[in-house]
C-alpha cells in the first residue's frame, strides 16, 4: 500500500521561484506571441488559440505545485508501472487515435484530445531514472541491450507506427544521454560505436523505406532547400524569410506580416520562433535564448546538487528532453534540422505539451528543493 507523504512546510523556503519564473516568462511570451501570430485579418474572427494557451498555463502552474509538494523519491516506486501505462496509451491510440497533419497522436475524451507520447515522455524519464539509479557500476554491453529492450524498444516502436519521428527521436537522444552520463565501459562503448558505423547502411536504407512521403519530402527540402521553394521547400523557404526580415531589432509587436497574412504554415506551433523574431529582430531572439539557457544551467545545477542518484538522473533527464526540442525546433526554423514537427518548448501552441513540460520543470524543482534532506 503507498502512501503520499505529507507536504513539509519547511521546503517552501527551498522552493526554486527562480526556475517558475523563468519559464512562466517563457510562456508568457508565447501567449503573446500566439495572440500576435493568429491575430485577425480584415473581418475575420481573431482565434482564440492564446485563451486555451492561457487556460492550460493555469493548469500547469497548478500541477507544478501538486507534484512539487510529492517527495519525488515517492515516484521512484511507480516508475516501472507508468512506463507501462505509458506503453499502453501509446499502443491505444494506433487503434482508436485522431489522426491529423498525416499522423495519428491523439486520443479523445469527450471534448478534450492529448497525445500519450506527452504523457509517455514523462514516464519513459522515470523509469530510466530508476532503472540507471539501481547500477553501481559502469554499463556493459548486456546492460545496454537490457535498457534498451525493456525501457526504449517499445515506445519507439509505437512512436514510428504514429508515426511521431520527433518524438522517437527525443526517446533516443535523451536515452543516450541518460547512458552516457551513468558511465560506459571502454570496451562496449568501442563495441557499440563500430556496430553502429556497420550498421549505418542497412538501418538508414530500411529508415528511409519505413517513412512516409511527406516525411520523405521534408529530409529532401532539408537537403537542397531551393529544389521546390513552392512546394516541399515552402515551410522552410517562409520561415527563413520570416526570420530574416525582423532584422536587428524587429517589426514591433503585432508588426509583422508573415503570420498575419498566413505565408508561414504552422505559425503558432512549430513555427512560433520565426514569428517571434520576426517581430523582436536578432536581438529580441538572443535575448529568449538566454532565457533558455539559463533554464538549461538551472536544470543541470539541479542535477548536479541532488542528494541521491535517481534524483539526478531525474533532473538530467528533464534537462536533455527539453534541450533536445528546443536545438531541434529552432533548427529547423533556421533550416539547420529537417522539418519533423516539434514544438518549441513552454512556447508553441499545444496545451498537452505546455503541460508536460511545466511537469518536467516541477520534477526539477521537487529535485532541488529535497536537496538537504536525510536519505530514506
Avoid: C
Avoid at 519507439?156 to 520527433?166: A, H, K, S, T, Y
Avoid at 538501418?203 to 513552392?230: C, E, H, M, S, T
Avoid at 538549461?296 to 534541450?323: E, P
Wanted: glycine letters at 10%.
Amino acid at each position: 500500500m503507498i502512501s503520499v507523504p505529507k507536504i513539509d512546510r519547511r521546503l517552501i523556503a527551498n522552493f526554486d521561484w527562480l526556475m517558475l519564473g523563468l519559464t512562466v516568462l517563457i510562456a508568457l511570451i508565447g501567449v503573446a506571441t500566439i495572440y500576435s501570430a493568429t491575430r485577425p485579418v480584415g473581418d475575420d474572427p481573431h482565434a482564440n488559440f492564446y485563451m486555451k494557451q492561457l487556460a492550460w498555463g493555469g493548469i500547469s502552474l497548478l500541477f507544478v505545485f501538486l507534484i512539487a509538494g510529492v517527495d519525488y523519491r515517492w515516484f521512484h516506486r511507480l516508475a516501472y508501472p507508468l512506463l507501462g501505462v505509458g506503453v499502453v496509451l501509446l499502443a491505444i491510440v494506433l487503434v482508436m487515435g485522431r489522426t491529423g497533419l498525416g499522423a495519428q497522436r491523439w486520443l479523445s475524451i469527450g471534448p478534450l484530445s492529448f497525445q500519450p507520447s506527452e504523457v509517455a515522455k514523462l514516464f519513459f524519464i522515470l523509469a530510466m531514472a530508476r532503472a540507471l539509479s539501481e547500477y553501481n557500476a559502469r554499463l556493459g554491453l548486456k546492460d545496454i541491450a537490457r535498457l534498451f529492450g525493456v525501457f526504449l524498444a517499445p515506445s519507439l516502436v509505437f512512436l514510428l507506427l504514429q508515426p511521431d519521428l520527433g518524438t522517437g527521436l527525443m526517446f533516443l537522444f535523451t536515452f543516450t544521454g541518460l547512458l552516457l552520463a551513468a558511465g560506459i565501459k571502454r570496451r562496449a562503448l568501442i563495441a557499440l560505436a563500430l556496430s553502429i558505423s556497420l550498421a549505418i547502411p542497412f538501418l538508414g536504407g530500411v529508415f528511409w523505406a519505413g517513412l512516409k512521403p511527406y516525411q520523405r519530402n521534408r529530409i529532401v527540402a532539408f537537403l537542397d532547400p531551393d529544389i521546390d521553394p513552392a512546394g516541399i521547400g515552402y515551410q522552410i523557404a517562409q520561415s527563413k524569410i520570416t526570420i530574416g526580415s525582423g532584422g536587428m531589432t524587429g517589426k514591433g509587436f503585432q508588426k509583422g506580416t508573415q503570420g498575419a497574412l498566413r505565408f508561414l504554415p504552422e505559425r503558432h506551433t512549430d513555427f512560433i520562433f520565426s514569428i517571434y523574431s520576426e517581430e523582436w529582430g536578432f536581438a529580441g531572439a538572443i535575448a529568449l535564448l538566454l532565457l533558455y539557457l539559463m533554464v538549461l544551467m538551472r536544470g543541470l545545477d539541479t542535477a548536479n546538487r541532488a542528494k541521491d542518484r535517481f534524483g539526478y538522473f531525474l533532473a538530467l533527464g528533464a534537462v536533455l528532453m527539453v534541450s533536445f526540442y528546443l536545438s531541434v525546433n529552432i533548427g529547423m526554423t533556421l533550416g539547420l534540422t529537417p522539418v519533423v514537427g516539434v514544438p518549441l518548448p513552454f512556447m508553441s501552441y499545444g496545451g498537452t505539451a505546455l503541460l508536460t513540460n511545466f511537469t518536467a520543470v516541477a520534477l526539477l524543482i521537487n529535485v532541488r528543493m529535497r536537496r538537504f534532506e536525510l536519505f530514506y
